[in-house]
């Protein structure tokens, strides 16, 4: 049989745990057809040189859902050997999208995931307006990677209710029925599952709630209600203050897999045992089948913000009354001595769940915009506020007030402490994900997370071996999520691999390039010792340079395995 794609010389990992192997890998009509020494013809023969050939990293956690209207290569996750993407976390998508809502809908993403509003305005192409079109439009486009997409509680709940989903907590019967349609009808489309947010950080434009983060639990209950009896479909929550508990009793009601993303749940070194005591709560629940599962990053969480949105504070009482303000009143308030003290005194007693904990230290001024504060870039408030003997919140306050709230600040406050850290990642409640993917990309860039573990948790701290980290990356999220015959190197399986030297893999340091829609800059890495990333059996980018193709090889995904099944998955701990 003359095969499409021959990969000779390599060594295999195969996502599932087994050992390492130097052997061939063959591809035809987009599958691994087999594995071991072939001596068939190919169309395509690549000497792989002894570099080393793993599935495609599995990103569980993205917000492609705009971009990929204008990017058909969902830039730049190939390049940093992604081959499957999951859009619509936390309920921010962009569908269903009547047509008087769509300007709200991009207002809200733009501030809730830090995304250029006038390059959504200018790049989004609205050629869709229930899920099913959104679909069709994103087959249309031909991706580059694999994707599948998140039905959303915020964009539905906008679609239905319009400026007062942000405003108004309860429903009308007739506005809740409408919501529950449009679940069921995105699950009848081929949504890989359900998502949303009650976390209290996630504020949208004007610093307006979140549609989803104000509505009532039983609206939550009713929406997953809503997903129907099909067999497939995971639940993603932002859960914020909403417990194990409460997600334990969704799963064990409607039979579902809940996978929650939360700074609780991130390694805090002010309260330590907080996250764990989160995991270990999910592998109880997990003990008696109701399925719950951490989302958990494996870097540093950041927030970019200026003070015109300064969202990891909105926790603290000096923002309690302020956070839907205009800049003018902000402007206002901030001088006030009043706020000041009041937002001193919640600094000195934090709370638990509260992003920020007065840890100044954590967070640098990334941008600031007059070029007399330019020599402040990439110092931390602390840093500034001991250099001129000042108290650190009246230097982040001062500094903005002078910049119009324009500077841009990056806090660091979670997920820092390497052992703390590593427990998480080795916890059989987690999987790795959070990538963010495609948002936040103003000022930040953490689409790299793949590479990144295998440069810091596999090669530099050894705290998994290659196998161990790569099944972490590929077949563990897939299986979780239903993906079929994704995240591993059998015979049979879609052929979504990558090609790197371990030795070298890693990502470059942040840089910033302009080419959004309307000229807007972002935030890019570059891939280190990655020589190949390939989508269903096609090339898409060589370690250099994207490929060309008319139409990406990539599938809209619209079938999944039954969720009752996927999570009886493992892998194995380190000791």
């Known amino acids: 049989i003359m095969q499409d794609l021959v990969i000779r010389g390599a060594v295999v990992i195969d996502g599932l745990g087994n050992e390492p192997a130097c052997v061939d890998v063959a591809v035809k009509a987009g599958r691994i057809t087999m594995v071991g020494k072939i001596g068939e013809d190919s169309l395509q023969t690549i000497d792989a040189n002894g570099l080393t050939l793993a599935p495609g990293i599995v990103d569980l956690h993205t917000h492609y859902d705009a971009q990929v209207t204008w990017d058909a290569t969902l830039s730049p996750s190939p390049s940093l050997g992604v081959t499957s993407a999951v859009m619509g976390n936390c309920g921010f998508g962009i569908v269903p999208s009547p047509p008087q809502v769509r300007d709200l809908i991009l207002r809200n993403l733009s501030v809730v995931e830090g995304m250029n509003l006038e390059s959504l305005r200018t790049g989004v192409r609205w050629n869709f307006e229930k899920f099913s079109d959104y679909v069709s439009a994103l087959r249309n486009i031909g991706p580059y990677i694999n994707i599948a997409v998140l039905a959303g509680h915020s964009v539905i709940r906008t679609a239905v209710m319009g400026e007062d989903a942000s405003l108004r907590e309860q429903a009308t019967v007739q506005e809740l029925e409408r919501m529950g349609t449009m679940v069921a009808e995105a699950m009848a489309s081929g949504a890989i599952g359900f998502a949303s947010s009650y976390s209290l950080n996630h504020s949208g434009y004007n610093g307006v709630p979140m549609p989803s983060t104000i509505s009532g639990w039983s609206e939550f209950d009713f929406l997953i209600k809503a997903m129907g009896d099909h067999s497939h479909g995971i639940v993603q929550l932002a859960s914020g203050p909403r417990s194990v508990e409460d997600l334990e009793a969704i799963s064990a009601k409607y039979n579902r897999a809940m996978f929650l993303s939360t700074g609780m749940a991130m390694f805090n070194e002010q309260e330590p045992d907080r996250a764990i005591g989160i995991f270990n709560a999910c592998a109880a629940a997990n003990t008696k089948g109701r399925q719950v599962y951490v989302q958990i990053p494996c870097q540093p969480l950041s927030f970019d913000f200026t003070m015109a949105n300064a969202y990891p504070f909105y926790s603290h009482d ?35 769940g509260m992003i920020f904990q007065g840890n100044w230290e954590r967070v640098t001024i990334a941008v600031p915009t007059l070029n007399k ?91 998994f071996t290659l196998t161990q980290g790569i099944q972490r990356l590929t077949s563990h999220p897939a299986d979780l999520y239903g993906l079929i015959d994704r995240g591993r190197i059998v015979p049979g399986a879609y052929a979504d691999l990558m090609l790197f030297d371990p030795d070298q893999v890693g990502v470059t340091p942040a840089e910033r390039i302009q080419d959004l829609p309307g000229g807007g800059s972002r935030t890019i890495r570059q891939p280190l010792g990655l020589h190949g990333v390939f989508v269903n059996g096609t090339l898409v980018f060589d370690g250099e340079n994207y490929l060309s193709h008319g139409t990406g090889p990539g599938m809209v995904l619209d079938r999944f395995r039954p969720s009752q099944n996927n999570c009886r998955v493992s892998v194995e701990k380190v000791t």
């Open 318 to 352: 000096g923002f309690a009354q302020v956070k839907a303000y205009s800049p003018e009143q902000l402007k206002r308030v901030f001088r006030e001595n009043e706020f000041r003290d009041r937002f001193r005194d919640s600094l000195a007693n934090p709370q638990p």
């Open 373 to 463: 504060n330019l020599p402040l870039a990439n110092q931390s408030i602390e840093e500034v506020a001991r250099a001129q003997n000042r108290d650190p919140l009246d230097v982040i306050l001062d500094l903005s007030l002078e910049e119009d709230l324009q500077t841009t600040f990056i806090g660091q406050f979670l997920n820092i402490g390497d052992a703390g850290v590593n427990e998480l990642l080795q916890h059989e409640s987690g999987v790795v994900a959070l990538s963010d993917a495609g948002a936040h990309l103003t000022f930040m860039c953490e689409a790299g997370f793949g590479l990144h573990f295998l440069a810091k948790w596999v090669r530099e701290r050894g705290d």
